[in-house]
């Protein structure tokens, strides 16, 4: 047995229940034997086993007192996962779904997409299982307040560095940073994805989804393909799809539709930003309200999906934007893409498409972008607002978006290559695995055991 099958089995039997950890686990690890085989001192010195458990798991109450006077409690954590190449960086998810397996399964992933970046950042990821669905904005602000009334003795600006995620936007970072500086008297950059007026930086809201679209870019070139004028799926309408719609539309693509938790929009005229940034971070509403909105829209609930699909994946597409949530394009929303025509798939979310559908994107040789080198684009984002923090300075929309749009076509440079040196050209998994893992392996076979 090949030592990632023999680390991976440790890992079945030990985190049986933790499902999506062990899927993200068997990606990375699978895709490392090639470079494990070239140097067997990784074995002896056991990266494989030391790189799957966090250095450590902080896991917490959060108790605060809703509108009604009631007492509520939620479940916080912080998974601080790998520190050899730079502070701990990574979001916070509010999402009832979040659970210690669901964090250790992203913050995973977040040691190699920070590690692909170039920049010199951790991975980490945290969260809670609070859903903001429905809350006022006054119960966000006290949920916040006691969630880092526990965190702030674990992050500081040099320590761990969260940022946002799933339900986690920039009025949560702001009641986050609120709370910090009260407790501790650092005005610092604890936090990124902050308000522009208290440190934030241009770009970052919009970085994770322009940085998907760069990265299909990028992959596209290669291959003397472009997007102009081309149809494009999106799933999600949340931060990530919002911003890949937006960038779409700028150069030339078209986005003809979105979906959150409870249904899809189809607009075969291309998907309104303006009318979808209302619904969505002005109203905080349900898609069913953009196609109210748009006379052109076609809006369909899940409930009306065809059993076990997705139905964005349904819409014929030059390229596919998964930028909702994970497992949403299991295989045969991969064989219906394909089929139809799709030349490209960019993850704007984290690990979007199951291991089954991300084999058949590979077999079928389409430009297949995964989610730690497509999405990339936000945590980059956020180490140049880091950056800019540190040295007091606050660099323009232009300049922001420049180093974006490099970080992200190096990246794709470095995976292609490796995928070349590896033997299997155009594998982008291989190549983002492996050149992720290097520089981390080699941290930490430098900083000793
Ligand atoms: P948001 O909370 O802004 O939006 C999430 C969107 O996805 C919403 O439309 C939501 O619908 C939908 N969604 C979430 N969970 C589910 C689900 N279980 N089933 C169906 N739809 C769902 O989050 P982001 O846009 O920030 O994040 C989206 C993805 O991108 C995540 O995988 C995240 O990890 C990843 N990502 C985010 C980055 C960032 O900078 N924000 C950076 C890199 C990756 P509804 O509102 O109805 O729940
Ligand atoms: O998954 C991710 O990369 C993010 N949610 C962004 C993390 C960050 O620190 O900006």
């Excluded at 930003?273 to 369909?300: G, M, N």
């Excluded at 596919?320 to 025509?341: H, I, R, S, V, Y």
């Excluded at 799709?342 to 079928?364: Q, R, W, Y």
């Excluded at 232009?398 to 070349?420: E, P």
Aim: neutral net charge.
């Amino acid at each position: 047995m090949t030592y990632a099958h023999q680390v991976l089995n440790e890992l079945k039997e030990k985190y049986a229940h933790e499902t999506f950890f062990l899927q993200a686990a068997q990606e990375v690890l699978e895709s490392l034997q090639p470079l494990l085989d070239k140097n067997p001192h990784y074995e002896r010195l056991r990266i494989l086993e030391r790189i799957v458990e966090p250095e450590r798991m902080i896991s917490f109450r959060v108790q605060w007192v809703d509108d009604k006077g009631q007492v509520q409690v939620n479940r916080g954590y912080r998974v601080q996962y790998n520190s050899a190449i730079g502070p701990y960086k990574g979001g916070l998810r509010f999402h009832p779904s979040v659970n210690p397996g669901v964090l250790k399964f992203l913050g995973f992933e977040q040691i190699f997409k920070n590690s692909l970046s170039g920049l010199a950042i951790g991975g980490g990821k945290g969260g809670s299982d609070f859903d903001p669905k429905g809350k006022s904005d006054m119960e966000v602000m006290r949920f916040c307040q006691a969630f880092m009334t526990e965190l702030y003795r674990h992050v500081g600006a040099t320590v761990d560095v969260p940022a946002g995620d799933i339900g986690v936007g920039g009025r949560e970072i702001g009641y986050l940073f609120g709370q910090y500086k009260k407790l501790t008297q650092r005005y610092e950059g604890v936090l990124t994805g902050k308000n522009l007026l208290f440190g934030g930086s241009l770009v970052r809201t919009e970085a994770t989804g322009y940085g998907a679209v760069y990265f299909a870019q990028a992959m596209l070139e290669a291959r003397g393909e472009s997007l102009e004028g081309k149809t494009c799926a999106v799933s999600g309408a949340g931060n990530v799809a919002i911003y890949c719609c937006e960038k779409l539309l700028q150069i030339g693509a078209k986005p003809v539709t979105v979906s959150d938790s409870r249904g899809m929009v189809h607009d075969a005229a291309g998907i309104k930003v303006d009318v979808l940034k209302q619904v969505k971070e002005t109203e905080r509403a349900s898609l069913a309200r953009y196609a109210e909105l748009v006379p052109t829209a076609r809006y369909t609930p899940t409930t009306e999906y065809p059993k076990g699909r997705n139905a964005v994946w349904d819409v014929p597409c030059y390229a596919a934007f998964p930028c909702a949530t994970q497992n949403e394009l299991a295989l045969d929303d991969a064989k219906t893409l394909l089929a139809n025509g799709c030349k490209c798939v960019a993850e704007g979310a984290n690990m979007p498409s199951t291991l089954d559908a991300v084999h058949a994107f590979i077999t079928a040789g389409i430009a297949y972008g995964p989610g730690k080198a497509a999405n990339a684009g936000g945590v980059s984002t956020s180490q140049l607002e880091m950056a800019q923090n540190a040295s007091m300075q606050s660099w323009t929309f232009d300049v922001v978006d420049s180093k974006l749009r490099q970080i992200m076509y190096n990246i794709h440079k470095i995976a292609a290559a490796t995928a070349t040196e590896f033997g299997q050209p155009g594998n982008l998994v291989l190549g983002a695995n492996i050149a992720g893992f290097r520089k981390v392996a080699s941290a930490m076979e430098a900083q000793g055991v």
